[in-house]
């Protein structure tokens, strides 16, 4: 009996991994309302630029999202960019406000809420949202999962968290294979000095301007680079820079006057809302797959949480009774 069910289990999980390899899925788009093609610039070398989805390509679908992570990888984008943060019960989720009320239907402070609270949301603002009706807030993991199967690499963003917090971040990404290869963007000297201990790729995030304090800031915490406004310093600034070897993410570069701008100046990456190499190609099954895997481990976590905090009252409870002598 044993036998045959490992059996059929083993049928099943052959033939799901073969549908996701040999289905082409949905046919390729045209290019989604917002998206701008970096080809059609006649200064720029397409091989020769880095393209970072700010949020996602979150100009055409509501940032942080599944949605606006895999239309990214769709249009050709090099990299993602991902705002993270944890959630009472330490689960790192993408979401960039503080506040779930600015783009879901639920209100409260993400920091407070546990991630099976949130994860009953639903995302209601953001680019071309009424195509996306049924997004929710992301974990990490689902996140770089995605980014893996499109071969982009991870960028995050965080601005807030503890000590400890950092430490679930650095345990979870470690986990996830991408603590030495994403880079983590911060402006908190205490977030950026524990990447960069642990072998990460820290950058200082020097936004709106780089200044002598920014680079001293980069090089106090071990930063590989500095994020910035699309407003560049000075020559002599630029040349410090760039002597240094520091890395350096311009946010926001949305036009293509202003990439060729940053390219002429000798700045090869960019984050980006709406630029993109090309029309979406077809979606691939298996992100769709894989991103079911995920949920539905997501929910056993969940669940087992929720039945260990339940012990843990009884537990407490029994306790306080016995000493009580009730």
Not at 87 to 107: E, K, P, Y
Request: net charge neutral.
């Amino acid at each position: 009996m044993k036998r045959n069910l490992k059996s059929a289990l083993t049928f099943l999980l052959a033939a799901l991994f073969l549908f996701a390899a040999v289905t082409p899925a949905f046919a390729a788009d045209a290019l989604p309302a917002g998206a701008v093609l970096v080809t059609d610039s006649d200064t720029i070398d397409p091989n020769d630029f880095t393209i970072i989805a700010h949020r996602g390509l979150s100009a055409c679908a509501p940032e942080n999202t599944l949605a606006a992570i895999k239309l990214a990888g769709r249009c050709g984008c090099d990299g993602c960019e991902i705002d993270v943060q944890p959630t009472l019960d330490q689960r790192w989720v993408c979401f960039s406000d503080l506040n779930l009320s600015a783009s879901t239907n639920g209100i409260g402070l993400v920091s407070t809420m546990t991630y099976d609270q949130i994860s009953e949301y639903t995302i209601t603002r953001g680019g071309n949202v009424d195509k996306y009706p049924n997004e929710k807030v992301p974990t990490l993991e689902e996140a770089v999962a995605v980014c893996q199967l499109y071969g982009m690499k991870v960028v995050l963003t965080v601005r807030n968290g503890s000590a400890d917090q950092i430490d679930s971040l650095v345990a979870t990404m470690k986990v996830l294979g991408v603590m030495k290869t994403a880079t983590v963007i911060s402006a908190n000297s205490d977030i950026l000095k524990k990447i960069s201990d642990n072998g990460g790729r820290a950058v200082y995030n020097a936004t709106p301007a780089i200044t002598l304090l920014s680079l001293e800031a980069a090089k106090n915490n071990g930063c590989v680079g500095l994020a910035t406004s699309t407003v560049l310093p000075g020559a002599t600034l630029m040349a410090r820079i760039m002597d240094s070897k520091y890395e350096l993410y311009p946010f926001d570069v949305d036009s293509l006057f202003r990439a060729e701008s940053m390219y002429n100046a000798g700045v090869k990456t960019v984050i980006s809302n709406c630029l993109v190499k090309h029309a979406p190609t077809a979606e691939n099954v298996s992100a769709n797959v894989l991103t079911g895997f995920t949920r539905f481990f997501n929910e056993i976590y969940n669940f087992f949480a929720k039945l260990l905090r339940k012990l843990s009252l009884q537990m407490l409870f029994s306790g306080v009774k016995s000493s009580l002598g009730i």
